[in-house]
């Protein structure tokens, strides 16, 4: 048995495709895999132009690519993250995959033979890979989602929804632009929960984040701050802005009727209203005057909207 | 751990190889880009696993980093590193000649990394008559995600590295990247006994 002999059983045999072509992109070599997943009607495709065996091939970005093998004499590389596939060829998992055509990585050889210049591709199928990656980058997206979420509400966790307000802050210290912050409070709330139970109060929550949800832009930011406490950045807002939007969901929630074991639970809430101002250094600052006013909504009878106190200069 | 420094003799050997490396890589490169490509004379140094986390990792606004495995006969190997800062990295399709809109800022960055870092490693080994194969290159680090990031997620399996810097530059494309090649500690044994083969055959 001669070496050329093993070689050429080899590479029949092997589960990479093998093309050769010479520098007018004319076809010299496929091997067995190549000839069986391209799937070719036309027998004989030796001696044919790449791009009319390949007609799928990006016609000058692949010329390019050959043409660096030729010129610096050193490989290349294609992986399916870039691109996720250069030739149509079939693959081993039509029926567990959604893939149309095999995911790719190909290596672009230079093949200097007998002073004539030749590149070989090798096309490995990735299909599995492509596939397998595909579902873990999906599963850590979803994770990084639920990362930001409450669980109980649907909106932002605090967590999330403070490293926006950090954002939202610098942004607009950045850019002089407004910033508003909207914090509010259900109204006797642990009574709610003492009649209703923990069900109902719970109930009570999503219901009154679906309706608030509702009510914002596509901008605002909306989180649950802590047990019975949420919060909103309204971006790019002003006193009077902020005021309305507060007021709405002040009234919102009072006419909001939640039903419970047949029986229509009722609740108000109490509204707290900061805008950025030149003495908040950081955002905390912000937080902490939203829930001064807070506060002073809660001292006012329940059931309102206070605004923060602004300074006055002496 | 002293006795993996390179002496004097061989530092200086391992300098002028690289030296005349660049200079061929530098040549062909010219010819493929069409453009004038200066490599800046490179810092060679030992390095721990930390100096890495703290030379990449602080480097917060490097755009991308791509890695490219090289391999040749007498255990020669290592990581090539491509560090590319955002401003750099926007004419790099036109650079290549390509169409901006035929392909990705990703597989721009990644194709021109693998265009270096080959060139150059190519021209090395013949200078100390050997021949490199490649792993295909990776992105490890792009707008997505930092470099930082991609470090603390790994527990390092070897404490030092040879490391070797070039920086790149295209001034008519107002481009510059940096090549750092790390050789890891298994390996820096054996590029010592080629550069003192060298050395004797003087």
């Known amino acids: 048995m001669s070496p050329d002999s093993i070689c050429t059983d080899i590479t029949n045999k092997l589960n990479t495709g093998i093309l050769i072509i010479d520098n007018q992109y004319n076809i010299v070599f496929w091997n067995r895999y190549l000839e069986i997943h391209a799937n070719k009607k036309n027998g004989n495709i030796v001696g044919q132009s790449v791009f009319q065996i390949f007609p799928e091939l990006p016609e000058k970005w ?17 992986s399916w993250e870039q691109r996720h596939h250069l030739f149509e060829l079939q693959h ?40 397998y990656q595909s579902m873990l980058n999906k599963t850590l997206e979803d994770l990084a989602q639920a990362n930001r979420i409450d669980g109980l509400t649907q909106i932002f966790n605090r967590k999330h929804w403070e490293e926006c307000l950090e954002k939202e802050f610098s942004r607009a210290r950045r850019y002089q632009h407004g910033l508003a912050l909207i914090m509010f409070d259900l109204d006797h709330f642990k009574l709610l929960n003492d009649t209703y139970g923990h069900l109902g109060g719970d109930l ?67 509204v707290g209203v900061a805008v950025i101002n030149e003495n908040d250094n950081r955002y905390e600052d912000l937080i902490s005057n939203a829930d001064l006013a807070l506060y002073d909504a809660k001292d006012s009878g329940r059931n309102i909207v206070c605004v923060a106190k602004e300074l006055v200069e002496v | 751990m002293s006795n993996l420094n390179l002496n004097e003799d061989q530092q200086d050997c391992l300098q002028e190889i690289i030296n005349v490396a660049m200079g061929q890589a530098s040549d062909q490169l010219a010819r493929y880009l069409d453009t004038f490509v200066y490599l800046k004379v490179p810092s060679i140094e030992q390095v721990s696993t930390l100096s890495l986390i703290e030379t990449l990792g602080s480097n917060e606004n490097s755009a991308a980093v791509v890695s490219q495995g090289f391999f040749g006969y007498e255990g020669i190997r290592g990581e090539a590193l491509l560090v590319y800062k955002p401003k750099d990295s926007h004419r790099i399709a036109d650079l290549l000649g390509y169409e901006p809109d035929e392909l990705s800022v990703e597989e721009q960055i990644i ?12 021209v090395f080994a013949k200078q100390i008559d050997n021949q490199m194969s490649y792993s295909a290159p990776r992105l490890l680090a792009g707008s997505q995600s930092s470099v930082s990031d991609h470090l603390a997620q790994q527990s ?24 750092i090649l790390f050789i890891p500690e298994s390996a820096i044994n054996n590029i010592k006994m080629v550069i003192d083969r060298i050395l004797e055959e003087f």
């Open chain 1, 62 to 78: 692949f010329k390019r690519k050959v043409e660096s093998v030729f010129q610096l004499n050193t490989q290349s590389f294609c």
């Open chain 1, 92 to 131: 081993t998992r039509p029926i567990t995959t959604n893939s149309h055509f095999m995911a790719q990585n190909c290596t672009f050889l230079p093949l200097p033979k007998d002073g004539n210049e030749y590149a070989c591709i090798l096309i490995e199928d990735v299909t599995d890979v492509c596939h």
């Open chain 1, 204 to 270: 009570v929550l999503i219901e009154t984040a679906k309706v608030i949800s509702s009510l914002l832009r596509l901008g605002d930011l909306f989180g649950r701050y802590g047990g019975e406490e949420f919060a909103i950045i309204l971006p790019n807002t002003d006193k009077i802005g902020a005021l309305d939007v507060a007021e709405r969901i002040r009234i919102a929630i009072s006419q909001n009727v939640i039903e419970f074991q047949n029986s229509d639970v009722k609740v108000t809430a109490s």
């Open chain 2, 111 to 122: 194709d021109l990394s693998s265009i270096l870092t080959t060139t150059f490693l190519n």
């Open chain 2, 156 to 179: 390092f399996n070897w404490d030092l590295a040879l490391k070797v810097k070039i920086t790149y530059q295209v001034t008519d494309y107002s481009f510059n990247c940096d090549m």
